[in-house]
Every structure is written in structure tokens, then in C-alpha cells.
């Protein structure tokens, strides 16, 4: 009967992540009781996890409560028609894929468990909905950002493209993770691997290597800076 129960609350889950809701009334929306419901949801996160790791005898009850207050969760705000009013900045399309991908590793940490990785990223981006202006400050740079890499007036030369498009972006972002040690770390690696790659390019351009070489391989890093930069921008729901 346990499993069963479980199994049930499983497909319960999945169908409510894929069904059509309809909007809820946000007029009355209070940011402090958002910001409460979301503690709550990453408190459950936390202590199914733990229970898992630790083998707890009582992890269906973890899991039960869990799903449950996801769910009244998703039916709340989870639906691209009734985002919180603090969070409307966000596009629709990105908060609806984001609150998918969250519903789907809060499904994973109810039925298998997860990753250190993803756990990080899951109990992330719950703190950052607490807090709208972190999000919206990113969001602004991100924006710029894009604005500035799309410009097709601006030829910008490659330490100052270097410094706008990553260094500026990374440290913007390093204000925002701080208290998260495992996206702090893996931030500090993309970056360092990034100038280390651009000093290898600088010191070929100094020793009078062909330009069409130097330029290849500055475009080769561009892309490498954008695969990691798209991380960042979804983690801050900026990009699908």
C-alpha cells in the first residue's frame, strides 16, 4: 500500500505539472506571504533530501509533504497567467519552462533523488524568487549585455569585448551567489578558464601570428563564453 500511495502521488504530481490551470487572482498578492510559501517549499526540499541520504524510515511522509505543497504551489503561481506580480518582469515564457524544470526535479528528489549539483541549482533559484530584485538586477546586465554582444556598430577590440561581455557579467553574478559555494565555485573556474584562453590568444597576436588565426580562435572562445554564460542567464530566468 505504501508503494502505491506513492506511485499515486507521483502521476498526482506529473498530471498537475502538465494540466492547463487556470489563473489565479493575484490582486491580492503579499510579496512577505510569497516569500514565506517559498521557504516553506525549499524547507521541504532540504529535509527530504536529507532524509534520503540518511535512509529515514519516515521519507514517504517527507515525500508526501513535499508534493503536496508543490502542488498548491504550481496551482498558485506556476501557470504563465498568474506569475507573482513582483516577478511579471520575467518573461512568461521562461518563468513557465523554469517552473516545469523546477516541478521536474522536485519529481526526481520525490522518486529517485538528485544530484548535489542539481539540488544546489533547485534550492537557488527558490531562495532567488524570495527576493525579486536579484533577479531583476541580473536580468537588466543580462540584457545590456546582449544588447552590447548583438550590436552590429559596435567593433569592440578583443580586451574591451572581453571585459563587457564576461568579466563585468561574472562579477555581477559573483555578487549574487555568495551564498552558494558550489555555483561560487564553478563561476571562479569558467572565468579562469576563459582568461586563461584569452592571454594564450593575446600572447599569439604579440608574437605576429597570422590575424585570420588569432580571430578564429577569439571567435572560438566567444562561443565557449556564451555556452557557459547561458547557465547563468536561465539560473537568473533571463533565457529559455
Not at 533530501?49 to 521519507?59: K, M, N, T, V
Not at 580571430?215 to 563564453?225: G, P, R, V
Amino acid at each position: 500500500m505504501p508503494l502505491i500511495r506513492g506511485l499515486a502521488g507521483v502521476f498526482l504530481f506529473m498530471f498537475v505539472m502538465t494540466m492547463r490551470l487556470p489563473a489565479c487572482d493575484m490582486s491580492a498578492f503579499v510579496q512577505s506571504e510569497f516569500a514565506e510559501r517559498c521557504q516553506l517549499l525549499l524547507d521541504l526540499c532540504e529535509k527530504t533530501d536529507l532524509a534520503r541520504s540518511l535512509a529515514h524510515p519516515d521519507i514517504n511522509s517527507y515525500n508526501g509533504a513535499l508534493s503536496r505543497e508543490w502542488i498548491r504551489f504550481y496551482l498558485a503561481h506556476g501557470n504563465h497567467t498568474n506569475i507573482p506580480p513582483t516577478l511579471a518582469f520575467i518573461a512568461t515564457d521562461s518563468w513557465s519552462i523554469a517552473m516545469n524544470e523546477v516541478g521536474n526535479t522536485i519529481a526526481g528528489l520525490i522518486n529517485t533523488g538528485i544530484d548535489r549539483e542539481k539540488m544546489n541549482g533547485l534550492r537557488f533559484r527558490i531562495l532567488l524568487m524570495k527576493e525579486p530584485q536579484r533577479i531583476e538586477s541580473l536580468q537588466k546586465l543580462f540584457r545590456a549585455r546582449r544588447e552590447f554582444i548583438d550590436s552590429k556598430e559596435i567593433r569592440p577590440g578583443m580586451e574591451s569585448w572581453l571585459d563587457r561581455a564576461l568579466i563585468s557579467t561574472a562579477n555581477a553574478v559573483y555578487a549574487q551567489v555568495g551564498e552558494a559555494p558550489e555555483l561560487l565555485h564553478r563561476l571562479q573556474t569558467e572565468v579562469d578558464s576563459h582568461i586563461a584562453t584569452f592571454q594564450r590568444i593575446s600572447a599569439r597576436v604579440k608574437d605576429g601570428t597570422d590575424p585570420e588565426v588569432t580571430e578564429a580562435l577569439f571567435e572560438n572562445l566567444k562561443q565557449e563564453i556564451e555556452l557557459d554564460m547561458a547557465f547563468w542567464e536561465k539560473l537568473f530566468f533571463y533565457n529559455t
